[in-house]
């Protein structure tokens, strides 16, 4: 074979192999592209359905004031259970003496107590400690839970101190925060409906829990009277109202979510009997399980609703709490990377694991502000194992988070606005100064910075900057237990003798 031939035969190999890389990077760069357009096509969906225009968080509002207005009309008449706390006396600063306190809502339970010394002394002392509750006994017998808890109790009466003492010949008061499905029958009175959190204990339900703690203090020698029993959201309501008289409402964004607010007693026809001397009562809203045609809901949410222990229940809440967000995320990214190999062609296997995502992983990467979201990067791959993730794939990462914890900031801001609007807070009329305080805690709130700032700035959009400066969200921590302290003392025995002195 001649050279030239020899030559012309290797320079016409090189150009096929040359064309055949050329061709085989224009096919890559063909399903890279259409993989992004299929991801992009993925996050514009998300987006419109999460869209919250105030002409929709209006009629969710408006729907949120109906079902209220339904469900102090009658039990069972609304999707929101408005039920009757009977508290109707919040603090008010007047309270004085030793209180103690019990927040029972998971595996560890905490015991406080308190003195307080009127409008002068407030809370003069504190103190407070918390214990684990062994799994065996988390599902044993009902004395042998109780006694477990009255036993913890006896040993912190123990420590009192010379100057933590009750006054002589006064009983030891509790305030008992009990965070369990309860049919309360009176502020010291409850049958617990169902237990929850690991809790199985199936002779407990349908018993009254203030007697089931009440017998069990007896058989250790604890001389103490439950005062009163409340939820955590009650609690925080009046921790807040004791620390600022116009608190009219409490909410709860953490992991779970709720709404407390104070009635006016003739406005609860449901509730038959004599009116309280102070004509408010305080309501349990129970709104997460709000539902409305209004919610903007998608595919992700109808999936994550389905597959719950819980299908059809507690559908706010499945939208705006912490529980629940980064569980939302995953399941975005997951159809992202099956229908679009968003993290390549083999879809991670955690990604597929449920609420692997929690929902403060997901704030740290909503509020990365490196220049190559090197959070982001290391978020994901301590949770999911993805490396070399391109700033691109971060970025978008970073906008879901954003769609996600906007609609849920927006959401409560409905929410709230419903109260607002139920008890005559959304508008003002000349020359009244009255002032309306939301008394707002838990974890989501307190530490998810973007949700917090979205959620303020929802509220004044509805409300309009006149009468914004007239409502306050204030952060209000430790409802469960001081709280329950306060409502102890509220609804002392001995308040008249209190009073008297």
Not at 260 to 269: L, S, T, V
Not at 372 to 396: A, C, P, Q, Y
Not at 470 to 475: A, D
Request: aromatic residues 6%; neutral net charge.
């Amino acid at each position: 074979m001649k050279k030239e031939t020899v030559v012309a035969v290797v320079v016409g190999a090189a150009a096929v192999c040359a064309a055949a890389v050329a061709a085989d990077a224009l096919v890559r760069r063909r399903r890279q592209s259409r993989r992004r357009e299929k991801v992009r096509a993925i996050a514009d969906g998300f987006r419109r359905r999460c869209a919250t225009p105030i002409e929709k968080l209006q009629r969710l509002a408006d729907a949120m004031t109906d079902e209220m207005h339904a469900g102090l009309l009658l039990d069972g008449g609304s999707k929101l259970k408005m039920l009757v706390s009977y508290v109707d006396n919040l603090p008010t600063g007047d309270e004085k003496g030793l209180f103690y306190a019990l927040d029972l809502g998971g595996t560890n339970f905490r015991v406080m107590r308190v003195v307080l010394g009127g409008q002068e002394g407030r809370v003069v002392k504190q103190e407070s400690v918390e214990v684990s509750i062994p799994p065996h006994v988390m599902t044993a017998t009902s004395d042998e839970l109780f006694d477990f808890i009255a036993q913890a109790l006896k040993r912190f009466v123990d420590t009192e101190g010379e100057d933590m003492r009750p006054s002589p010949g006064r009983q030891r008061e509790l305030g008992f925060t009990f965070s369990f499905p309860v049919n309360q029958t009176s502020i010291s009175s409850g049958n617990l409906i169902k237990w929850t959190k690991g809790f199985s204990i199936d002779e407990t339900v349908g018993q009254d829990v203030v007697a089931e703690l009440t017998k069990a203090m007896e058989r250790v020698g604890v001389d103490m009277r439950v005062a009163a029993l409340v939820n955590d959201t009650v609690g925080t309501l009046a921790g807040g109202r004791y620390n600022n008289p116009d608190v009219i409402a409490a909410v709860i964004l953490g992991t779970g979510t709720n709404a407390a607010y104070a009635e006016r007693a003739n406005a609860i026809p449901k509730m038959k009997g004599a009116l309280p001397k102070s004509g408010e009562m305080v309501i349990n809203m129970e709104w997460g399980s709000f539902h409305s045609s209004h919610l903007p809901l998608t595919e992700y949410d109808k999936a994550l609703d389905i597959e719950s222990l819980n299908p059809g229940d507690q559908i706010f809440e499945k939208v705006i709490s912490g529980m629940y967000l980064g569980e939302i995320l995953r399941r975005v990214l997951l159809k992202m990377a099956e229908e679009a190999a968003l993290f390549g062609d083999v879809v991670p296997p955690k990604l597929t694991s449920p609420f692997i995502l929690r929902t403060p992983v997901m704030s740290a990467m909503h509020h990365d502000t490196s220049s190559d979201l090197t959070v982001v990067g290391s978020k994901l791959r301590e949770v999911f194992e993805i490396s070399n993730t391109s700033v691109e794939t971060r970025e978008l990462i970073v906008e879901l988070c954003n769609i996600i914890a906007t609609r849920g900031a927006r959401l409560s801001a409905a929410g709230i606005f419903g109260i607002l609007k139920k008890v005559g807070r959304d508008t003002i009329q000349k020359g009244d100064k009255k002032k309306s305080v939301i008394a707002l805690d838990g974890g989501l709130f307190e530490h998810y910075t973007k949700f917090r700032d979205c959620l303020k700035s929802t509220l004044t959009e509805f409300l309009g900057d006149e009468v914004s400066e007239s409502v306050t969200i204030e952060l209000s921590n430790d409802g469960s237990g001081i709280g329950a302290a306060l409502l102890a003392a509220s609804h002392s025995r001995y308040l008249e003798a209190t009073e008297e002195s």
